[in-house]
């Protein structure tokens, strides 16, 4: 089968799944499907990224960059109540179930755009991004998702990444270092990075 959680528009035959989970001390209902990446859980990478996310020191818009059916930035939105956060994504079931999952956990401070990397969100200023990148989409899409976060953030912006070390955290994080001049290793868990360069 070659369609994937990047496929943006999943043909596969939708079965939604409705669970509960609780995320930095908040009790979240999420609904996912078929065709969106971690049908059944939030996955661990993804819970790490939340646990340890920290918002910028710089006001301003978050973004949650490849955010499937939204469980960082709804997260991130419930925790940070003050600020605007903007979640994208390709896939259009994702931004679909994300928005959905907004209105069941009544958090308001969310914005959700479709959009393929960057294409959508040019006119936005980023103060934090984060992503938990489509590793299947292959390297150079991941690589490219850090290349374009830097014009995309504002001064002393952050861009928070987690990655798994088997699946290219050690290369992402060279590239960080490249794009930015920094990067630091906030958090290491089972075999996942949680990476953080600064817009200097």
């Known amino acids: 089968m070659s369609e994937h959680y990047f496929s943006q528009q999943p043909q596969s035959k939708s079965s939604p799944k409705t669970w509960n989970y609780q995320l930095r001390e908040k ?24 646990s340890q996310f920290k918002r910028s020191e710089v006001p301003g818009t978050i973004l949650d960059l490849g955010c499937g059916y939204g469980p960082i930035g709804l997260a ?73 976060s830097k014009p995309a953030l504002c001064q002393n912006g952050e861009l928070w990444v987690v990655i798994q070390k088997k699946q290219g955290a050690p290369s992402a994080k060279e590239k960080m270092m490249k794009v930015f001049g920094n990067a630091e290793v906030v958090s290491k868990d089972k075999g996942y990075y949680l990476l953080k360069a600064i817009n200097v």
Do not use: W
């Open 27 to 50: 009790e979240f209902t999420f609904t996912s499907d078929y065709g969106v990446f971690s049908k059944n859980e939030v996955d661990f990478g993804s819970r790490l990224l939340i």
């Open 76 to 148: 991130i939105a419930a925790t940070y109540s003050h600020c605007e956060v903007v979640a994208a994504d390709v896939n259009e079931r994702a931004i679909e179930l994300a928005e959905q999952n907004a209105i069941q956990n009544n958090v308001k401070n969310i914005t959700f755009v479709k959009s393929d990397r960057f294409s959508n969100l040019t006119k936005y200023s980023f103060a934090s991004i984060v992503t938990n990148p489509p590793i299947r989409a292959g390297k150079k899409v991941v690589h490219a998702m850090i290349e374009e």
